[in-house]
């Protein structure tokens, strides 16, 4: 004969037993230690065969026949029956099957049922207890790995302003190639999505847009070496929140930008970041952006941050003045004061980067302006051009606030407008003001080499 135990799992109570619970002493007096219907009590109560009314020898079929399935069978109840083939399989295959849920930690419980049978030979006290420890670890371990996922995707997601969710300084996040255009015969524009995917309705480069220049590096993976490049203002009609867009130049020669322009759309690269360049003061009035080629990149990042994210007062005039070697690289870019500026030529097609210093041209007219310079057209950027610009904004501005010169570009651009930067402790400061600005002398305003 096998014996089958059920009894309940959770619930020890029985709440059939109608006896009242007596003070301790009496009950020990009357030789019965708990009360009827107490946890240990009804436990005992159904380990105790004597205590259960006989039933007839029953195979497994009948059973479920007569009580349903095994998790609705009822509580404190012990059933007798012999021990066979199909009864053992069937127990074994249910018993087996249950097993998966009750090392499941509560919360993610699956419908269990409530009764635990048990009919091989009762465990020893020190399996069990080492079967109960295991279990316990393992829901704990359990807890732990979903507390890191709720850390990580969950309260992460509040911290996404800061641009952490996307970015894991120092290490180098995944991202995905989904465009790449090309904007000239030695420049293209890559479109990146971050492979981790975005919280809707958050911008993750909220602070780094608030505060003013940015970048990040690439990795190059087969040299190991990396390389910095600078995302252009959000624009979009051709991006999704989240995604980053970069104009890069091909450096003849160069590792990382021949590298990039030979990945494919659907590629990978890796981008660590974000390193903000300069924090741009509140109390600026005006600006005067010299750009040398992909320069132009930080000169539209503080137009953005100056004109679109600020307001009123706090947005000031600002002066971009971007230099090429070829028109090829500034197609259908015409000076602000020239007539017509805003609108596009028919008969010429407009490169993507003009026709986005356009829109926000249009959408600034009081506070942009945009003048273009082609080295192969004889129009460079000297002395002369660079004081009509800062003289005639010192002289009609009565302001106290800051006056910024940027000059962003190639090394050899920045060192012969504003001189070189320098090697400091490791790390590449300002330097002296030094090259045609520092030759003219400027006092009230301020000079920045990005
Ligand atoms: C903050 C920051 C932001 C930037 N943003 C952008 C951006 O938005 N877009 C952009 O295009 N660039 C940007 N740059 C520049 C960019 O980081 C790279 O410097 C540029 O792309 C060249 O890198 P590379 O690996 O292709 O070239 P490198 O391999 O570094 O070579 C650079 C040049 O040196 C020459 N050279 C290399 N080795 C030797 C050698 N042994 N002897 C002689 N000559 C040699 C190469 O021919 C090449 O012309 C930024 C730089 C900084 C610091």
Known sequence: MQCLRLKTRWKFSNPSS???????????????????????????????????????????????????????????????????????????????????????????????????????????????????????????????????????????????????AIFDAPRFVPFSIVAREDVSPTSF?????????????????????????????????????????????????????????????????????????????????????????????????????????????????????????RTGDERPRIHIVWANRKREDCVGGVDSSSAGSLTEDPLQSTGTIVRELQMMQNSHPEHLSVDYLVDEEGTFLDQTKISALTTGISQSSASTGSKLIFVSGPEGFINVLAGPKKWEDGEEKQGEVGGVIGRMGVTDWKVWKL
């Open 18 to 164: 109608k006896q009242p619970c007596l003070p301790l002493p009496i009950r020990r007096a009357l030789q019965q230690p708990r009360c009827p219907g107490s946890r240990k009590f009804s436990s005992r109560r159904a380990e105790d065969p004597d205590n259960q009314p006989e039933r007839p020898d029953e195979s497994f079929e009948q059973l479920i026949a007569r009580f349903g399935h095994p998790g609705k069978w009822p509580k404190d109840q012990i059933f007798k029956a012999s021990k066979n083939e199909t009864l053992t399989n069937e127990l074994e295959r249910y018993y087996s099957r249950v097993q998966i849920f009750p090392i499941l930690p509560l919360p993610f419980r699956g419908p269990m049922p409530r009764l635990l049978i048990t009919y091989k030979e009762p465990m020893s006290k020190e399996t069990i207890g080492r079967w109960r420890r295991a279990i316990w670890l393992y829901r704990i371990a359990w807890l732990v790995g979903i507390g890191y996922l709720i850390n990580t995707y969950i309260l992460s997601d509040s911290t996404n302003s800061k641009g952490h």
């Open 189 to 309: 524009i890559l479109t990146l999505r971050p492979s981790h995917g975005v919280k809707p309705g958050v911008d993750p480069y909220a602070d780094e847009w608030d505060k003013g220049t940015w970048s990040v590096e690439f990795k190059q993976p087969q040299l190991q070496i990396a390389r910095s490049y600078t995302p252009l203002p959000p624009n979009s009609d051709v991006q999704d929140p989240g995604d980053l867009r970069f104009l890069i130049r091909k450096e003849r020669g160069g590792e990382v930008s021949n590298y990039l322009a030979r990945l494919p759309v659907g590629g990978k690269v890796e981008i660590r970041g974000p390193h903000p360049e300069i924090d741009l003061p509140r109390d600026i009035t005006d600006v005067v952006f010299l750009a040398g080629g992909t320069g132009i990149a930080p000169a539209m990042q503080v137009a953005y941050t100056l004109l679109d994210k």
